[in-house]
T-cell receptor, first 116, second 114 residues
Framework: AQKVTQAQTEISVVEKEDVTLDCVYE???????LFWYKQPPSGELVFLIR??????QNEISGRYSWNFQKSTSSFNFTITASQVVDSAVYFC?????????????FGGGTRVLVKP | DTGVSQDPRHKITKRGQNVTFRCDPI?????LYWYRQTLGQGPEFLTY????????KSRLLSDRFSAERPKGSFSTLEIQRTEQGDSAMYLC????????????FGSGTRLTVV
């Protein structure tokens, strides 16, 4: 069975502060994919990043960065210099690395509120 | 291509009525997924199609739920004899076949059963 845990339910910051979202996962698969999605108030899930379990390199994309540590089964996400537009719910998700179906298992989400 | 489209965006129905939702995936995507998201929770997998074949169904999908994808294009999700517990956001997503492709999600259909 697969499980994703996002222990922080809500984080509130003031604009320009950094915010780090934690994600811990459980899986018996030896290869898998990890994802982060953003869900703004409009409701649509917006894809942010996908990482393969073989690739533990950290990644930076603009103000976003991701820290993948297989040894601790964590895939944390940092927003640097947060902006009001970053206010949303962020979901971490996990899928098996199989050709026959790659359904996602989502965490419960972390609501980020960035105040001006 | 404008992405994954879902219709309607909102649906309010009385308990016991049947409802049907539609999803139009990205045209070249042969996989289509349905998820359900209740308030304050992450999305939960319901079912997925590869082309017109329904390959997996979650135990969440009771016998009141049925999904189809005729001709491997759009998909419909029908809920019969709706219950208040069915109130949720129903999300559709599509992807290419293969390992690790990210999904593209639609904006969802919010169902309220009164």
């Amino acid at each position: 069975a697969q499980k994703v845990t996002q222990a922080q339910t809500e984080i509130s910051v003031v604009e320009k502060e950094d915010v780090t979202l934690d994600c811990v996962y459980e899986t018996r698969d030896t290869t898998y994919y990890l994802f982060w999605y953003k869900q703004p108030p409009s409701g649509e899930l917006v894809f942010l990043i996908r990482r393969n379990s073989f690739d533990e390199q950290n990644e930076i994309s603009g103000r976003y960065s991701w820290n993948f540590q297989k040894s601790t089964s964590s895939f944390n996400f940092t927003i640097t210099a947060s902006q009001v537009v970053d206010s949303a719910v962020y979901f971490c998700a996990l899928s098996p690395d199989r050709a026959a179906g790659n359904k996602l298992t989502f965490g419960g989400g972390t609501r980020v509120l960035v105040k001006p | 291509d404008t992405g994954v489209s879902q219709d309607p965006r909102h649906k309010i129905t009385k308990r016991g009525q049947n409802v049907t939702f539609r999803c139009d995936p990205i045209s070249e995507h042969n996989r289509l997924y349905w998820y359900r998201q209740t308030l304050g929770q992450g999305p939960e997998f319901l079912t997925y199609f590869q082309n017109e074949a329904q390959l997996e169904k979650s135990r969440l999908l009771s016998d009141r739920f049925s999904a189809e994808r005729p001709k491997g294009s759009f998909s419909t999700l029908e809920i019969q004899r709706t219950e208040q517990g069915d109130s949720a956001m129903y999300l559709c997503a599509s992807s290419l076949t293969g390992r690790g492709y990210g999904y593209t999600f639609g904006s969802g259909t919010r169902l309220t059963v009164v």
